[in-house]
């Protein structure tokens, strides 16, 4: 069983960054690809970004895509997620997931953190 603790989430001004993180509690993190989904209020869980094993590919959702960066340090067992020129519409609930390959389906995902509140203001 592996448990994802999500941190880094907060409100920011439009234009802002944040950097997300999402901790591990298994050592055998490393043989898992990582993703980030967000969810806003009302709305489908939207896939954002998702990296292998590896970190040698990371892959992004489009709307994302050129703002955010997935990194992972598979020593610590950390997910990262670096959010720069933040919108408005970036505003949701963000979760990370762990799965045996990346993927932006959300149930290829095994195993979820509990999620963290970001809000852009405009």
């Known amino acids: 069983q592996v448990q994802l603790v999500e941190s880094g989430g907060g409100l920011v001004q439009a234009g802002g960054s944040l950097r997300l993180s999402c901790a591990a509690s298994?050592?055998?993190?490393?043989?898992?690809?990582m993703g980030w989904f967000r969810q806003a209020p009302g709305k489908e869980r939207e896939f954002v970004a998702a990296i292998t094993w590896s970190g040698g590919s990371t892959y992004y959702g489009d709307s994302v895509r050129g703002r955010f960066t997935i990194s992972r340090e598979n020593a610590k067992s950390t997910v990262a997620l670096q959010m720069n020129s933040l919108k408005p519409e970036d505003t949701a609930v963000y979760y990370c997931?762990?799965?045996?390959?990346?993927?932006?389906?959300?149930?290829?995902?095994?195993?979820w953190g509990q999620g963290t509140q970001v809000t852009v203001s405009s």
């Open positions: 298994e050592r055998t993190f490393m043989n898992f690809a």
């Open positions: 997931a762990a799965g045996i390959r990346p993927s932006a389906a959300a149930n290829e995902y095994d195993y």
